[in-house]
């Protein structure tokens, strides 16, 4: 009983960690996307960076 039940929190710990990773990607990959195509007609430059001093 106990087993499995440590069996079931290492299941869901990992398939937590399987779906962070994928999601965190998958989101990073779209806005590299939307980066590339829409800012040549978006209203200001959202390629720039602000310079750290």
């Known amino acids: 009983m106990i087993y499995s039940a440590k069996k079931e929190i290492v299941k869901l710990v990992t398939m937590d ?3 962070t990773m994928v999601s965190i990607l998958l989101i990073d990959f779209i806005r590299g ?3 590339k195509y829409c800012s040549a007609w ?3 430059d ?3 960076t602000f310079v750290s001093k």
């Open 46 to 48: 959202i390629e720039t």
């Open 17 to 19: 960690l399987i779906v």
């Open 42 to 44: 978006w209203c200001w």
């Open 33 to 35: 996307l939307w980066i």
